[in-house]
């Protein structure tokens, strides 16, 4: 989407469009599910803190000032919801434990498993970088680490898919 666009639609959802909002969620949908898989690794999880999400985004959508960061700003409050929710289970999971994906969800479970295959901190900037297009820059400002770091960890995500990846 372009940022005019979602300036657009949140400009018309912080005057409390509830469509306007539902279709700014729709929107991104498939980039939090995927941001949220690379933390979570987990579809019971991902649904909690997508719900989460959005609710906080619904709420505190006056606090936005620039519109045309939005997705930036919801990416950061799914990060965090995540984060929390590791917090409050405190014990990491095997993929192996979770429930087989349907048909057609294919795509997901090799998702999850050449997730499952990096090293946790590279997961997240290679999921925002590769799948949903932020700029190193960015990246860095969300994950409140610097620049370089998130290059080091790119990189090293790169190595292990690679890795991973020959040993299939």
Not at 103 to 119: G, M, P, R, T, V
Not at 143 to 153: A, E, G, M
């Amino acid at each position: 989407m372009k940022s005019s666009e979602t300036k657009f639609w949140v400009k018309k959802a912080q005057r409390h469009d509830k469509d306007a909002f539902t279709e700014l969620m729709q929107l991104y949908i498939k980039d939090m599910y995927r941001t949220v898989i690379a933390i979570l690794m987990n579809e019971e999880d991902a649904a909690d803190a997508l719900q989460d999400t959005i609710l906080t985004c619904w709420e505190k959508l006056y606090t936005l000032r620039k519109p045309e960061f939005f997705k930036t700003w919801m990416t950061r409050i799914l990060i965090n919801h995540c984060y929390d929710i590791r917090k409050e289970n405190a014990v990491y999971e095997n993929i192996e434990s979770y429930e087989e994906p349907s048909k057609y969800d294919e795509y997901n479970l090799e998702l999850k498993e050449a997730y499952a295959s990096i090293d946790e901190r590279y997961r997240l900037p290679m999921e925002l970088y590769y799948s949903q297009g932020f700029r190193i820059r960015e990246i860095a400002e969300m994950l409140s680490v610097p620049s370089n770091t998130i290059k080091t960890r790119l990189s090293r995500g790169r190595k292990q898919l690679e890795e991973y990846y020959r040993n299939c």
